[in-house]
């Protein structure tokens, strides 16, 4: 069982900043990928970003340029650097993370962070 906190939601306005942050329960290098996915109201649960085996990067198309995922394993804390922010990246930020136990995947997901961006 992994239990994922978040952390660093909020209002802000169109063009600035956020960092969430994201503690594991367990030692990321457990997790064989954790990342952040969004829902806003009315919308299904997306990818935004995230970090697969190895340490590749993966980010949706929107947010190319803007994001940056990162990992520090000594604080089992996966962050999301969210710049230059519009009101479209309004929603709920979720942490997932996927853990392999010999040939079953587990996910896991936080309780989310509210992020309300205003023009």
């Known amino acids: 069982q992994v239990q994922l906190v978040e952390s660093g939601g909020g209002l802000v306005q169109a063009g600035g900043s956020l960092r969430l942050s994201c503690a594991a329960s367990?030692?990321?290098?457990?997790?064989?990928?954790i990342g952040w996915y969004r829902q806003g109201p009315g919308n299904q649960r997306d990818m935004v970003a995230r970090?697969?085996?190895?340490?590749?990067?993966d980010y949706a198309d929107s947010v190319k340029g803007r994001f940056t995922i990162s990992r520090d394993n000594a604080k089992n804390t996966v962050y999301l650097q969210m710049n230059n922010l519009k009101p479209e990246d309004a929603a709920i930020y979720y942490c997932?993370?996927?853990?392999?136990?010999?040939?079953?995947?587990?996910?896991?997901w936080g309780q989310g962070t509210q992020v309300t961006v205003s023009s």
């Open positions: 997932s993370a996927i853990v392999t136990d010999g040939r079953v995947q587990y996910r896991y």
């Open positions: 970090i697969v085996s190895a340490g590749v990067t």
């Open positions: 367990t030692s990321t290098f457990s997790i064989n990928t």
